[in-house]
């Protein structure tokens, strides 16, 4: 097994006002040489967005887009025709593949917005753009990994083009589990939105993370009421 710890503190950050960014990996005017990817999972950016403040509209191609708003409401528009709102307990994907615009606003005029936003490598190119959302109440569990991702369009929560699983976990303070990874050679990145967590023996507390390889299961351990996304993927990107 190789486990590396990010702490929360040690993640790029930009401050432009209307957005406060922290970002996981090399992005925008942050670059780190040790930090441009895991595996597959290109980017993790944690953004704070001021009301009424946003993206104007900008391009993507070949990368699989997910947004998972933790507090508030995202205004999202696309060139494939979809206007929407996504809010905390919801999350979307769009399979940029071959090309697509779109922008992405605080959908509210006096919260602000705190999302989460993943980017993965695809496994197929120039795919037909594709655009997806759902409500987490479908699938979401108490005390228990409930799964938001996959590769496949007939399994719970939205579906993209790579053998990538998402789950998130809810738990109270004592509970246990061991997670068993979805596929052969996948590893293992988890953040913790909320709470204390302790993860193949390593304490990861608010916006902490880890990130495994070469590994078949994970034991995961709450210490306190906590909240967690946990990100199966491929390693080769």
Do not use: C
């Amino acid at each position: 097994m190789k486990a590396q710890v990010i702490k929360a503190e040690s993640r790029g950050k930009a401050d432009y006002g209307w957005l406060k960014a922290n970002y996981s990996f090399s992005f925008a005017n942050y670059y780190n040489p040790e930090r441009t990817h895991f595996g597959v999972l290109r980017v993790l950016n944690d953004d704070v967005i001021a009301p009424s403040a946003g993206f104007d509209t900008h391009p993507h191609d070949n990368m699989e887009i997910i947004t998972i708003p933790l507090s508030g409401r995202l205004k999202h528009k696309d060139s494939m025709g979809h206007t929407s709102f996504i809010e905390n307990g919801e999350v979307q994907v769009m399979s940029a593949g071959k090309g697509i615009f779109h922008s992405e606003y605080n959908g509210s005029e006096e919260e602000e917005l705190n999302l989460f936003q993943v980017w993965l490598f695809p496994n197929q190119k120039n795919v037909e753009p594709r655009y997806q959302q759902i409500s987490l109440s479908t699938v979401e569990k108490h005390n228990a990994f409930y799964q938001v991702l996959s590769p496949d369009e007939n399994d719970e929560g939205v579906w993209i083009h790579q053998d990538a699983w998402f789950s998130m976990a809810q738990v109270d303070a004592g509970w246990q589990s061991d997670y068993q990874v979805k596929k052969p050679g996948n590893g293992v990145y988890l953040i913790v939105i909320e709470g204390q967590v302790k993860v193949a023996g390593k304490t990861l507390d608010k916006r902490d993370a880890i990130a495994i390889s070469d590994i078949s299961d994970l034991k995961i351990e709450a210490s306190s009421d906590s909240y967690f996304l946990v990100m199966d993927i491929p390693m080769n990107n």
